[in-house]
């Protein structure tokens, strides 16, 4: 998959969802690799939960595990804890296997309430 963007500057090395980034295309994005620091491969993108107030995307869905959709499972990551890597055309996640592993996460039936601030502060908390 090729990330599409318009606009990109490749010297800005701010969030992915902070700055004069890039503007990409969601449909891009999912299904997109995401990997640690190290290259380890983390999952892929599923979805994007945007703020419909503001706009702005605030959590990448990651599936993580299992095996052909079997399994896996989905973790909310604050979009801001994310960068894009475009030269190896993925996110990256500066966080361990391990530590990704033991997350806050969710099964694709049963999604959290994104409104919830109990639950977008334990997110956040946990990758900041």
């Known amino acids: ?6 606009g990109y500057n490749a010297t800005n090395t701010t969030r992915a969802g902070i700055g004069t980034g890039p503007v ?3 449909s891009t994005l999912n299904g997109e690799n995401v990997r640690n620091a190290s290259g380890e491969d983390l999952g892929e993108i599923k979805d994007l939960m ?6 702005t995307i605030q959590y990448a869905v990651l599936s993580f595990g299992g095996w052909l959709g079997m399994g896996d499972k989905l973790f909310a990551v604050p979009w801001n804890s994310m960068r894009l890597d475009t030269e190896n055309h993925c996110l990256v996640l500066d966080v361990s296997k391990d530590r990704l592993k033991d997350a806050p996460g969710f099964d694709k039936d ?3 309430d994104f409104a ?3 639950f977008t502060n334990r997110i956040s908390n946990y990758y900041h």
């Open 1 to 6: 998959m090729t990330i599409q963007s318009t």
């Open 24 to 26: 990409l295309a969601s």
């Open 50 to 55: 945007i703020d419909t107030a503001s706009g």
């Open 110 to 112: 049963n999604w959290p």
């Open 116 to 118: 919830d601030t109990t």
